[in-house]
């Protein structure tokens, strides 16, 4: 195995509940079997999401196969893609089929992200989303008082009466505030908020007024895993392969929560376009999988790399030819 450095830029710094990304950076895993065959893996750590990059790169520099399941997520990331991408490269297929799905995928479907914006860019936003074709958007929220939260969503509403709305709160609220918020969103039809309640606040979920409005672990996941996460009131869980260890991971636990009655929603951590293609595998794998968080590709200064997933009307192209994406090649990754 083999691994080497690299580092993308974001256009803009994006906000999240670890904190602002405005740098991206990792490492891609190279593993040559006896064979010829090649496999190509992408570990990029996060902080609050994963180890540190230093853990990284110190957890691949001993890491073998057989030791997978002791690597943390991100250095487990790389070097499973990196076998699936090989596998799959072998078998002949693309890596969802590889990974189980036996029908051809063509597109999945993806929420367009509409950020921390002004109500007035909120307007604008999802109206250039609706005009691109997107069926669902995500709104950023819990960074200002919750009635400009409410006017924010009231206008998105207004411009895109059919639209999916998603309201990502970051674990910020209150359990007081949250109950006031699923009241007043009632109003707009939004399909659900994402970590209403902070991670470690799980039994709040059930003091939750229901009203229609669904709610979405993310946060909550890593702070109390799988089990007790299908034993609460989530209708939705995101999940994020990298932070996971690997696509293999989320899509065991994408198939355990569809199990339960809780729909799964697949994203990334903002990473490169190698372990982004492979997050699209994974949504595709997962049958009548619902809008997922991956049309995050132009969120990263990539250069001339080409965009193995493509996002077009409102889906994301779903790389056909075998293993993970033979588009991007391992000298475009500096």
Not at 104 to 133: K, Y
Not at 241 to 251: E, S, T, Y
Not at 299 to 313: H, K, N, R, S, W
């Amino acid at each position: 195995m083999n691994f080497r450095p690299f580092a993308f830029e974001l256009r803009e710094p994006l906000a999240t509940a670890a904190g602002d990304i405005a740098r991206r950076e990792g490492f891609l895993v190279t593993l040559d079997g006896d064979d010829g065959s090649c496999g190509v893996g992408e570990a990029c750590p996060l902080p609050g999401w994963t180890e540190s990059y230093d853990e990284c790169r110190d957890a691949l520099s001993d890491a073998t196969p057989a030791e997978l399941d002791t690597l943390p997520p991100a250095a487990r990331h790389g070097l499973t893609l990196a076998l699936l991408d090989g596998d799959a490269r072998d078998d002949g297929v693309p890596l969802y089929r590889h990974l189980g799905r036996d029908e051809r995928v063509e597109t999945v479907p993806a929420n367009a992200t509409v950020g921390d914006a002004s109500t007035e860019q909120t307007r604008e936003r999802v109206t250039d989303a609706v005009d691109e074709g997107y069926t669902c958007v995500k709104l950023k929220a819990a960074n200002r008082p919750l009635d400009e939260d409410i006017k924010r969503v009231a206008a998105a509403r207004e411009v895109a009466p059919d639209i999916g709305i998603r309201l990502d709160a970051n674990g910020s609220w209150t359990r007081d505030t949250a109950n006031r918020a699923f009241e007043k969103l009632a109003a707009f039809d939004v399909s659900y908020v994402e970590q209403p309640l902070p991670a470690s606040d799980l039994g709040g979920l059930t003091a939750l007024p229901d009203t229609g409005v669904g709610v979405a672990l993310d946060e909550g996941l890593y702070e109390h895993g799988i089990d007790a996460v299908l034993d609460s009131e989530a209708d939705h869980l995101v999940l994020k392969p990298m932070a996971l260890g690997g696509p293999d991971v989320a899509l065991e636990l994408a198939r355990l929560a569809r199990g339960a009655g809780i729909e799964p929603v697949v994203t990334t951590t903002i990473d490169g376009p190698i372990a982004r293609a492979a997050a699209v595998h994974v949504a595709a794998a997962i049958p009548a999988v619902s809008a997922c968080g991956l049309a995050t590709g132009s969120l990263l200064a990539t250069g001339d790399i080409p965009d193995p997933a493509p996002v077009g009307g409102g889906v994301v192209t779903v790389p056909q030819k075998e293993g993970n994406t033979p588009a991007v090649l391992l000298a475009d990754y500096a």
